[in-house]
């Protein structure tokens, strides 16, 4: 009797055992719809995200949506109708998600939102956040520029290249910025354009304002750094020199900006990390063991100005 207990506990057990490691074994599977490949930094995040999946034994099925949210939307929808256990994305404006979102939410499939957050009233539609605090990186952005010219007189013309027109990094470092200089008279915003946060467009706007206000011009403030190395070269065909004739903030903190910082063409570079891959498959896998996730999960930044531009970027990963 006692043996034959014995025996059939073994069985339970090794049969509970099995039935668990063929669960663990089961691949979770991941749609991620990226916006699109228009800067340095999304380049990064992009390779961040499929280098973090491959190694976490993630199965990931990626999309780029080319900067156009029907197709982020389409992304999503595809995601939904091939049953992936997760959904993530980095929304490349901050409305018109909800439906998508609920039909997400109807399907029972947990979306985790990366890098940029949506603006919609029911929070529920996501079960985390994760990325970094873009109103504080337009802060970041004015407090270096005011020390830096605590001793200048006034005015400080400062120009302003915009990200993508609705997205949340352009909207909230642009509040963070203004938020800082607002009581500070002598810094004065005289022109302010989307460049859509690509270098092209960067320098085909930076020539324009410097068409129009020319040497009046005294700072640059560029929402990303592609913005920015695009502007570089619009103030040097200009016959002026970036980084003393105007000085350039920007943010991002990719390599291309160490460069033109250690180059004497930029002056600072606020950090935003793309690095989010490990930190996304950690929470997936998270979600996947019946955890609950941070709504908020904050990413770390620092703020580099070029005097240590050329001691950091041996370390810089992106
Ligand atoms: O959402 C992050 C922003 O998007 C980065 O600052 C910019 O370079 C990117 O395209």
Known sequence: MNRLYVASLAMISALAFTGSTARADKKITLGFAQIGAESEWRTANTKSIKEAAESSGIALKFSDAQQKQENQIKAIRSFIAQKVDVIAFSPVVETGWEPVLKEAKAAKIPVILTDRAVSAKDDSLWVAFMGSDFVEEGRRAANWLVDKTKDAPGPINIV?????????????????????????????????????????????VMEAFLKAEGKKINVLFAHNDDMAIGAIQAIEEAGMKPGKDILIVSIDGVKGAFEAMMAGKLNVSVECSPLLGPQLMAAVKDLMAGKTLPKRIVTKEGVFPMEVAAKEFPNRKY
């Open 160 to 204: 302003e290249l915009q990200g993508t027109v609705g997205s949340a990094p352009a909207i909230d470092r642009k509040k963070g910025f203004e938020e800082i200089i607002k009581d500070k008279p002598k810094y004065k915003i005289i022109r302010s354009q989307t460049g859509d946060f690509t270098r092209a467009k960067g320098k085909e």
